[in-house]
């Protein structure tokens, strides 16, 4: 067995078993895609629905229940537009995506999320709106991070850039809407790009 045959062996057991344990790599272009939904939200939120200097934006408000709507179409255009590009790139390859993998991810992903998403809740019920932005940032970089034993790539990084965001955020709370924009916005925008020529180098070498 010459080298270059062995290194190609080697190459292809260490990609059986990472297929067997760990979720196909989510697609690089459904971050930039992430990316340009929350840069959207958020500027049509900061033009036509954050309240001006003299207003207060109160829990429960038509503005409020407004923002929120928005936040959630950001949140649902993301995923699907995820599963739809991720559930393509899997059969390309040939890859199953729904299995006992993608359950203990979405479980994983899933824990702190909502866990930070009913604390979120809870605060703004009280009327505490100021480290909002901070602990979006927060909660979401940790369900990245618990999430990405289950992932091909680099999904922990990105989830660690955001915990160290929100942590700036919080102290920095008068700039929490800018915080988030560069947190959902900028950082899935990079994340998606710098996974995009990832994939473009693999394809180039697997070809």
Known sequence: MTNDNY?????????????????????G?????AGCYAIIGGLFTYYYLFPKPHEQLNYGSTKFFEIVLIALLV????IATAI???SRKAKKHNAKIWDITTYRLVINFLIP??????????KLNSQHYGLTASLMLI?????LVNASKYTIGNIKY??????????????????????????????HIIYGSIMFVEEKKASHWES
Do not use: Q
């Open 113 to 122: 999320l909502v866990t930070g998403g009913i604390y979120i809740i809870l």
């Open 84 to 86: 739809f590009l991720t």
């Open 75 to 78: 949140l649902v255009l993301s």
């Open 29 to 33: 272009v459904s971050g930039i895609f």
């Open 158 to 187: 990105l989830g660690i850039a955001e915990i160290i965001l929100g942590l700036i955020c919080a102290a920095f709370p008068g700039y929490g809407f800018w915080f988030w924009m560069i947190g959902f916005g900028l950082f």
């Open 7 to 27: 290194l190609k062996d080697i190459g292809h057991i260490k990609d059986m078993m990472n297929r067997s344990s760990r979720f196909i790599s989510l697609s």
């Open 139 to 143: 909660f979401y970089g940790l369900a």
